[in-house]
């Protein structure tokens, strides 16, 4: 026995108890970590689409979503505040003058 587990009051097969299961752990963290490096070496690169006419349609079907969004959200905001008079603006005056 060593001197420290002897001061500390172990004896041999309290000391040596806990290093089985820890060597049990560590063997099945090791084989993890053989098991995950294998499956990532043994994958191919993935395939990436680079065609520039998919790409072009995916923009712009999303930008007439987004479009058609803001139309929507403007046409609301437009109906909660109408136009009912014109400012004394650059922009009042014309509008004053198109509407008669």
Same mark, same amino acid.
């Given at each position: 026995?060593?001197?420290? $587990? !002897?001061?500390?009051?172990?004896? +041999?097969? @309290?000391?040596? =108890?806990?290093?089985? %299961?820890?060597?049990? !752990? ?12 294998? $499956?990532?070496? !043994?994958?191919? $690169? %993935?395939?990436?689409?680079?065609? *520039?006419?998919? *790409?072009?349609?995916?923009? +712009?079907? $999303?930008?007439?979503? *987004?479009?058609? +969004?803001?139309?929507?959200? @403007? ?6 505040? %109408? ?16 509407? =008669?």
């Amino acid at each position: 026995m060593k001197l420290d $587990s !002897i001061l500390r009051g172990e004896s +041999e097969t @309290a000391s040596q =108890r806990g290093m089985v %299961p820890l060597a049990v !752990i560590g063997a099945l963290v090791l084989l993890s970590a053989v098991a995950l490096v294998g $499956s990532v070496q !043994i994958q191919s $690169s %993935p395939d990436v689409d680079t065609d *520039a006419t998919t *790409a072009m349609e995916r923009t +712009e079907v $999303s930008s007439q979503s *987004a479009l058609e +969004e803001a139309v929507v959200r @403007a046409t609301a905001q437009a109906a909660e505040q %109408p136009l009912t008079t014109t400012e004394n603006t650059t922009y009042g005056r014309e509008l004053t003058a198109h509407a =008669r």
